[in-house]
């Protein structure tokens, strides 16, 4: 029983620290005119990307250990969903929230967006595929993926801060995102074919 537990926990925290950033989403725009509130924000939704996959990493170590590796299978396809699926709507809140606030030129907006924008039609195909086909897929982020959220959140923190910097770093986060977006089907791909 305590294992059930344990097993239940692994899943359910990572899931809903990476869920808290829907309403983190929200939130940015109780007061989108003032800096300090939202970066507040993007911080906290920062420390719950990165602290849902430490706990992730956590828990596959421990059932390592405990020679029971399949433990966390079954839940982890769903759990790398719900992560993305999480992130997609903070980036677009927050992208909303600098078109409304610092008003810089669209392509920049579309370049920050990019990844997001790929991901859709990965997504849709995803849930279109039988539960046994999905379960292939894994969802996990990359290094790209990662440098990918790191170019965002950066690029996103200089843009609420009105600065220069912000432009280049919304084309880097396009050009990594892609990238990571070609690399997550990719994977995919090669996951259906087996």
């Known amino acids: 029983m305590a294992a059930t537990a344990d097993r239940s926990r692994d899943v359910l925290l990572p899931n809903l620290l990476s869920l808290a950033r829907v309403p983190l989403a929200g939130l940015l725009w109780v007061a989108p005119e003032e800096p300090l509130w939202t970066l507040s924000v993007v911080s906290v939704a920062g420390v719950t990307d990165v602290l849902d996959g430490w706990l992730v990493r956590r828990a596959r ?11 966390l299978a079954a839940n982890a396809g769903r759990g790398a969903f719900i992560d993305g699926f999480a992130d997609k709507v903070f980036v677009v809140s927050a992208i909303f929230l600098l078109a409304r606030t610092i008003d810089p030129p669209i392509w920049s ?4 967006a990019l990844r997001e924008l790929l991901f859709i039609p990965l997504m849709v195909t995803y849930r279109l595929n039988p539960a046994e086909k999905r379960a292939r897929v894994d969802f996990s982020a990359g290094p790209l993926g990662k440098l990918a959220t790191l170019a965002q959140f950066a690029a996103l923190v200089l843009g609420l801060l009105g600065q220069s910097l912000f432009v280049p770093f919304a084309v880097l986060a396009g050009l990594v995102g892609a990238a990571a977006a070609l690399a997550y089907a990719t994977r995919a791909y090669e996951s259906q074919r087996v």
């Open 109 to 112: 907006l579309v370049l920050l």
């Open 61 to 71: 170590r421990r059932r390592h250990q405990a020679h029971d590796p399949g433990a």
